[in-house]
């Protein structure tokens, strides 16, 4: 995805649509305006750069900060108001670089590129901007998802000035009261770790303890079966042997023979 492309993807995920949408309600016109698409900074287009701008800054400052910062010059109406505009967009831009949160080689031009409005290193930058404000708005929207503690940020943007002071050589300088919240977030995170690593220990252990005691059981069973099975067997062995039963003599098998009547004789055959 080249820049043009990634810049109005995360205008639409930002809301951008809905501002331009605003907009055309209020001043009472249709269709989508000619200023403003993928590739509306090809060209010199000071009127998207200003919505853009401004939308871009709104999402990351804030409506309030943004509207009392700029009250006596958004929307600019003339010259002297959006010369005032510019430098305050630039004071703002600079203000995002000093914590690190934009490349600094680009915010140093920054007044050039408002004066052109347009071009690659535009376009670089109001993509990093549009990056920092999706960051800001998802940080918003969802604070669980947001691995950094919320009393660390002004640490973490005092730190990431510090190791640029490091890079040109100046002394770096964290004040105390900054460490105070560093270690106490340190120690929380330390001991919250520390009661995972035992619930987890616990837990394991009653698990092991309870198939101990099912295999215990089961060795249990398993001995008395064998134990009933061998006294069944020596049971069995100790049965004496069946008997063959005695042969009738001939008088008891005579008797117990079927006769015969003969009519004719009158005698039993």
């Given at each position: 995805?080249?820049?043009?492309?990634?810049?109005?993807?995360?205008?639409?995920?930002?809301?951008?649509?809905?501002?331009?949408?605003?907009?055309?309600?209020?001043?009472?016109?249709?269709?989508?305006?000619?200023?403003?698409?993928?590739?509306?900074?090809?060209?010199?287009?000071?009127?998207?750069?200003?919505?853009?701008?401004?939308?871009?800054?709104?999402?990351?400052?804030?409506?309030?900060?943004?509207?009392r910062?700029?009250?006596?010059?958004?929307?600019?109406?003339?010259?002297?108001?959006?010369t005032?505009?510019?430098?305050?967009?630039?004071?703002?831009?600079?203000?995002?670089?000093?914590?690190?949160l934009?490349?600094?080689?680009?915010?140093?031009?920054?007044?050039?590129?408002l004066?052109?409005?347009?071009?690659?290193?535009?376009l670089?930058?109001?993509?990093?901007?549009?990056?920092?404000?999706?960051?800001?708005v998802?940080?918003?929207?969802?604070?669980?998802?947001?691995?950094?503690?919320?009393?660390?940020?002004?640490?973490?943007?005092?730190?990431?000035?510090?190791?640029?002071?490091?890079?040109?050589?100046?002394?770096?300088?964290?004040?105390?009261?900054?460490?105070?919240?560093?270690?106490?977030?340190?120690?929380?995170?330390?001991?919250?770790?520390?009661?995972?690593?035992?619930?987890?220990?616990?837990?394991?252990?009653?698990?092991?303890?309870?198939?101990?005691?099912?295999?215990?059981?089961?060795?249990?069973?398993?001995?008395?079966?064998?134990?009933?099975?061998?006294?069944?067997?020596?049971?069995?062995?100790?049965?004496?042997?069946?008997?063959?039963?005695?042969?009738?003599?001939?008088?008891?098998?005579?008797?117990?023979?079927?006769?015969?009547?003969?009519?004719?004789?009158?005698?039993?055959?």
């Open positions: 995805m080249d820049l043009e492309e990634s810049l109005w993807t995360s205008l639409q995920l930002l809301g951008f649509a809905d501002r331009l949408s605003e907009s055309r309600k209020e001043n009472r016109t249709s269709g989508f305006p000619e200023e403003f698409g993928p590739y509306m900074f090809r060209r010199g287009n000071g009127t998207a750069l200003d919505e853009v701008l401004h939308f871009l800054l709104e999402k990351v400052y804030g409506v309030d900060v943004l509207k910062e700029l009250r006596n010059c958004w929307p600019p109406a003339d010259g002297r108001q959006r005032e505009w510019k430098r305050m967009a630039k004071k703002f831009l600079e203000s995002l670089a000093s914590g690190g934009l490349p600094q080689k680009l915010v140093s031009s920054a007044a050039s590129l004066q052109t409005a347009s071009g690659t290193r535009l670089e930058l109001l993509c990093h901007l549009a990056d920092h404000a999706l960051r800001t998802h940080t918003q929207m969802f604070p669980a998802d947001n691995s950094v503690p919320a009393q660390l940020t002004h640490v973490l943007q005092k730190l990431t000035k510090n190791r640029q002071e490091i890079r040109t050589g100046r002394e770096p300088s964290l004040p105390e009261p900054l460490l105070s919240p560093l270690i106490d977030a340190s120690k929380s995170r330390t001991s919250d770790s520390e009661e995972l690593f035992l619930r987890v220990c616990e837990n394991s252990t009653s698990s092991h303890e309870a198939w101990k005691a099912v295999a215990n059981s089961l060795t249990s069973t398993y001995r008395d079966l064998l134990a009933k099975n061998s006294a069944l067997e020596q049971a069995l062995d100790r049965l004496p042997e069946r008997e063959q039963a005695p042969a009738f003599s001939e008088e008891v098998r005579a008797v117990m023979e079927p006769r015969l009547y003969d009519p004719r004789a009158g005698t039993v055959i």
